[in-house]
């Protein structure tokens, strides 16, 4: 993953992968047929952690906003922390295939949650996949400005916060209802 995060897809080669990992070359391709294999193994790897994100959201979060708040919030904590693989599962989930298939489904699970909170009236009413869309979209920026070293604003203190913490609940705090803002 350090090569994907590092220089993105094109960074990732089975020599390369050798090279890093201190084995040979050659044996990343006893492994994975082709680079695309590789590649589909990280992101189904990366699949996995929003997996795991959406089912503690759902089991610790006492409402559907609850549960959108905490995955929300390892979205953008994901895409502030890797910014490339955030970006690179993006550009899979347009892919007609099984994969991009499966990263759509994964993200879906904003949609899914958004719609929860909506009819529960803890979040503003209104057409749920823009909503999902403006999520999306925020987390994005959000890693296009990490990538960049933009991440990252000044305290009243002068000291030098990572500004992406705050941006998912103020994004969902424009989102909310009244009484969601209270049991978040």
Known sequence: MRLLDS???GAVTLRAVGDATGITQSAPY???????????AMVRANLDYFDA???????????????????????FDFARRFPLRY???LEVSREDGTLGAEVRQAFEAVLSL???AQQAGELKGGDAEQVSALIFGAAYGMAELAQHGLASAG???GRTSDAAP?????????LAGA???REA
């Open 87 to 89: 970006r690179f599962l």
């Open 7 to 9: 220089g993105g897809p």
């Open 30 to 40: 006893r492994h994975y047929e082709d680079k695309r294999a590789l590649l589909e």
């Open 155 to 157: 305290t009243r203190e």
């Open 166 to 174: 705050d941006l998912a609940p103020l994004l969902l705090d424009l």
């Open 179 to 181: 009484s969601a803002r």
């Open 53 to 75: 994100a959406l089912e503690k959201a759902k089991r610790d979060a006492p409402s559907p906003f609850g549960a959108l708040d905490r995955l929300v919030r390892a979205y």
């Open 114 to 116: 958004v719609l929860a």
